[in-house]
Nanobody, 116 residues
Framework: QVQLVESGGGLVQPGGSLRLSCAAS????????MGWYRQAPGKERELVATITSSGSSNYADSVKGRFTISRDNAKNTVFLQMNSLKSEDTAVYYCHAHGGLAFSNWGQGTQVTVSS
């Protein structure tokens, strides 16, 4: 089990950038993979990006080329760099720790609003 706290959300204009952070309560090195999800108003929660302990990443088609997921194991933190933001990126973004059958933990979420 691990506690996760997201930060870095806010209001940004289209084309702008934000970096989200997910701080974990313990080492994330042994966690199978970390992920970012988002939920927009009136829509279901969707996968944005994942990263394994070895650094392999995967992205939703809607964010490929614009978002980058990374991790700093020494700081127990996962990041999501978001560039070229669009209005459709507006959502609450959630950090997720995937521990196989052992656990599945979510952060509280951070709001990202892209609007002119």
């Amino acid at each position: 089990q691990v506690q996760l706290v997201e930060s870095g959300g806010g209001l940004v204009q289209p084309g702008g950038s934000l970096r989200l952070s997910c701080a974990a309560s313990r080492s994330i090195f042994s966690i199978t993979y970390m992920g970012w999800y988002r939920q927009a108003p009136g829509k279901e929660r969707e996968l944005v990006a994942t990263i394994t302990s070895s650094g392999s990443s995967n992205y939703a088609d809607s964010v490929k080329g614009r978002f980058t997921i990374s991790r700093d194991n020494a700081k127990n933190t996962v990041f999501l760099q978001m560039n070229s933001l669009k209005s459709e990126d507006t959502a609450v973004y959630y950090c997720h720790a995937h521990g196989g059958l052992a656990f599945s933990n979510w952060g509280q979420g951070t709001q990202v609003t892209v609007s002119s």
